[in-house]
């Protein structure tokens, strides 16, 4: 509030409390001003007190025609044929009338021959009340009151001077007197007046302040509620918004849908025409999702690339979700939904090329459960769809239902197994010299879930990965490694390795080469009785654990390169990977004798093999005639059911001594 507006609205105040006051006072001066009249008939002044009353009345009657005047606040407008004053101007409209009608109340000694007639004292008893009055009414400025007051009493006091004689001064003196305390009595009124409108205007405007400052807040947290539960880059809602939406919804009055929607390629265009054109894509799939819709479904982008999508499947809303605005049910079914998200997904975008945009989406239909579970069922549903190509869809079922609680079953139990010891470490022999001799044995992890039975070791590795539980894991199993390899050498087979498979997850994000080479020198092993075995997939990106494979492989540990010919590796990442071994997909060795085209490859790696200073290994050996073969090819290094299966660390050290005992290059395929 500025100090203009504050004393525009402080005199206004003045002003409606001056109207009210001398609507009130006037009344009382015609009164008196009658009386006066009906007094100078009486003592044969009837004319000068006829013309007097004359005057006053015409005063009295402007200033009651004032009080009615239309007030103009500050800036308002009027229309152009209305007229009015404005405040400033009403006041002071107010105090010449108010002086008007002081100089004709100062006219009174004409009625009295200056107050030395036998009615002076009623007189001087009427001016004296109605000055008096004149200040009690207009306490509310005391511009008024002063101009009204003045002119009387100082005509009183110069009637009582001209007369002279000692009491009539004192009279003056006491007139004087009186008249000063009226002044100053009037300016007290108006210094109150002013400060209590002062007062109540700065609460008001303090009030409004606060009103306006809340309502601004409400506003300022409603965007922000607003902001908080969308997506700024598409306008569809954000996880959380999602998460509500859904949460909202009332749990088990209905069949649900949640899909999962996941962009295929989307990152090539990002790499290939900036971030920029990527943001444009996401928009126009965000577009493209709302249009294709049916009414009632509730989208979403949850991540940079996912989207999701939530609906009834029942037809209606449930009662409760109606009255809250909810979510309105539809029949559409959702696979052919499904299929006509894709078809206008994949939709050419512009200047890009054909076919780069895809998507896989994952469903999840059903009653409607917990939040956090429909969501697991439909990224399995995803994951699935992704895993059998682009622009998939896959529908939660059984099956995908019993490998979702595999999952959580193995997260949840793993870190007991490894505390309690369930955890066990297998070993399937590699054989040399044309499968004739034990060259070394791999260890292979295995765990006996009491729900889900054998555990695959790549679900094992991939849950411990999502557990936090990768490094703990991976101790153990060096720990039974190293174990093993002190088994051996007590056994006189120092010639044989151990080999420990490492995922290339293990690789990125725990310091294996510290981890190895620190638990081989507190249990005594030698680095170079260990097998590192790294699938095909870390030659993707050999730089990210280029550094770590090196130590190692200074360090005396042999790299081998699992899974061969699956797609991924060159012969520049296995120099770089400082591969000493390749082992050969089983998918290209089984059955090797009935197939020219799994020769002519196992041919061309053993070739190379000779050039590059590796050796190779051929995996998944089922049958004599494949062993027959790998060995007029020249592959001399053999893995395989033929020959032996996973097994006990027990067993698998028996099977070495009968397989010494025996002298042959078979042990009868023991293991399971």
Known sequence: MTAAYLNGAIVLDQL???????????????ALGLAALLVAWNSGRGGDGAVWFGVSAIVNGLRLLLCRFPIREAGEALPRTSFALGTEQHLRAHWVLALASGLVWAAVPLLCDGYTSPQTLFYLTVVCGITAGAVTHGFAYAIIPLCFITPPLLSVVGCLVWAGGFDRYCLAATVLLYLTALARASRVGDALVRNESQLKHEATALSRSLELANDRVLRFADVMQQRSIHDDLTGLLNRRGFTEAVEAHAPGRSDVCLMLLDLDGFKTV???FGHKAGD?????????????????AVAARIGGDEFAVFFALDGAAPDDAASDGGLDGTTQDPATLATHLIAAITIPFGKFDAGRIGVGIGLY???HADMDDMLASADAALYAAKASGRNRFRQFDET??????MKRDIERDLAVALADGALEVWYQPILADGGRRPDTLEALLRWWHPRHGWVSPEAIVSEAATAGLSEQL????????????????AMGLGSVMVA???????????????LILGTLARMEVAPTRLEIEITEEIAVDPRAVQGKLAVLAQAGVRIAIDDFGTGYSSLGSLQQLRAGRVKIDR????????????????DAVLRVSQSFGFEVVAEGVETAEDVETLRRLGCSIMQGYYFARPMPAIAATDWLDELAAAGDGRSGRRGV
């Open 280 to 296: 444009r894509v996401l928009a126009e799939v965000a577009r493209r999702l709302r249009d294709a819709l049916p009414a009632g």
């Open 365 to 367: 239909t059903g009653r």
């Open 587 to 602: 998918s290209f060795v089984s059955g090797i004798a009935e197939s020219a085209s799994c020769r002519s490859l196992v």
């Open 270 to 272: 990002n790499d290939a």
């Open 474 to 489: 991976m101790t153990f199993i060096l720990g039974q490694v190293a174990g093993m390899i002190r088994r051996l050498d």
């Open 16 to 30: 409606r409390a001056v109207r009210k006051t001398v609507a009130i006072s006037l009344p009382v001066n015609m």
């Open 400 to 405: 995908l239902r019993r490998d979702v609680q």
């Open 500 to 514: 420990m498979n490492v995922s290339p997850r293990e690789m990125a994000q725990i310091p294996v080469d510290d």
